[in-house]
């Protein structure tokens, strides 16, 4: 009988942490391999890849896009964070598409700063 409890015990946890993965902690978490990949680049750790970065970049957009259309981001916090994910977003579309190896660290460093004052002011919240 202790291990049937034991067995639903585990199954209800695990639901519960893909329940919870569903939610906006999700989604910013899901920046970590595409970030790792683009800071290795930043910091010549891998050679620059414009397929990956571009790939990388798309995704960065999408998950800022689907962030920032949260209902969850509510009251003057949620607006400005969706003001700084908006202009993640522009960021991405203005800068992204011109970015060449030999102007890349400079560029994407104004990418990944309006990226990181999220981080900065929100990553305990969320």
């Not at 930043?42 to 960065?60: G, Q, R, S, T, W």
């Not at 908006?86 to 060449?100: A, F, M, R, S, V």
Request: with cysteine; hydrophobic share 35%; aromatic share 8%.
């Amino acid at each position: 009988m202790k291990e049937l409890w034991l067995t639903l015990s585990i199954i209800l946890g695990v639901t519960n942490a893909v329940a919870y993965g569903s939610s906006l902690k999700d989604v910013m978490w899901s920046f970590r391999s595409p970030a790792y990949q683009m800071a290795q680049m930043l910091h010549d750790d891998a050679p620059y890849d414009p397929e990956k970065v571009l790939i990388n970049l798309d995704i960065f957009r999408n998950a800022a896009e689907r962030l920032a259309k949260d209902p969850q981001l509510i009251g003057s916090e949620g607006e400005d964070m969706k003001i700084r994910l908006q202009g993640l977003i522009e960021d991405i579309k203005n800068i992204g598409p011109t970015l060449q190896a030999e102007n890349f660290k400079t560029d994407y460093r104004k990418i990944i700063k309006n990226c990181n004052s999220c981080h900065e002011k929100y990553d305990n919240d969320y």
